[in-house]
């Protein structure tokens, strides 16, 4: 079965200093991946996503995501972290079987402390 | 562009109530979900339109669910009855869809539904 996993429901980061939200996915194929961020009473806003090509992708507000092929795993970093990124984040993967369901993680909550 | 448009932002009512959200997705934009989220079971696709047509709607609860999209800037979501354990918050998504090639799902802010 095709799934998207975040280990952790709550990281907790000082101001200045690197981030790590883990996300890890079983699928079948190639994997599509994505990285959504939820503000408080906001939608989810897209940062990034991979599906092909350099397995370090690039994003909105300087966060980034490393494709891992042996390790199935798309991590979202960033190298210094601000009190804004405060936010639930979500992985998602694009599920094979369809060419338009997205299957989202279970989301981890990013606190940055001032 | 103005983003995916949902309203209301809010809505409280009560229990039997029909309630109805409303979605206009992002210009030029041929695919539209609507989803929901609860603590309990996270982000859920209810259903999926492509050029106006329900596609997958095997996320829909229940009959009480219905949905339409009876032109290409607008789509509804209705709850008729309306019950407690309905109350969440509901997105509306749009991406443009070539063949089997989808682009980015762009959500919208979302309505927060309780009903009491």
């Known amino acids: 079965a095709q799934s998207v996993a975040q280990p952790e429901d709550q990281v907790n980061v000082a101001e200045g200093n690197p981030l790590t939200v883990k996300c890890t996915y079983s699928?079948?194929?190639?994997?599509?991946l994505f990285w959504y961020v939820q503000y408080p009473n906001r939608g989810l806003q897209f940062l990034l996503k991979y599906i092909t090509g350099d397995n370090l992708v690039k994003g909105s507000y300087g966060f980034e995501a490393e494709f891992n092929k042996s390790q199935t795993s798309f991590h979202l970093k960033k190298p210094s972290a601000l009190v804004s990124d405060s936010a639930l984040y979500f992985c998602?993967?694009?599920?094979?079987?369809?060419?338009?369901?997205?299957?989202f993680g279970s989301g981890t909550r990013l606190l940055v402390r001032p | 562009d103005a983003g995916v448009i949902q309203s209301p932002r809010h809505e409280v009512t009560e229990m039997g109530q029909e309630v109805t959200l409303r979605c206009k997705p992002i210009?030029?934009?041929?695919?539209l979900f609507w989803y929901r989220q609860t603590m309990m079971r996270g982000l859920e696709l209810l259903i999926y339109?492509?050029?106006?047509?329900?596609?997958?709607d095997s996320g829909m609860p229940e009959d009480r669910f219905s949905a339409k999209m009876p032109n290409a800037s607008f789509s509804t979501l209705k709850i008729q009855p309306s019950e407690p354990r309905d109350s969440a918050v509901y997105f509306c998504a749009s991406s443009f869809t070539s063949g089997r090639r989808q682009e980015t799902q762009y959500f919208g802010p979302g309505t927060r539904l309780l009903v009491l």
């Open positions: 339109f492509n050029n106006n047509v329900p596609i997958d």
């Open positions: 210009s030029g934009h041929n695919s």
């Open positions: 699928v079948s194929g190639n994997p599509y």
């Open positions: 998602a993967v694009r599920d094979m079987d369809s060419s338009y369901k997205l299957i």
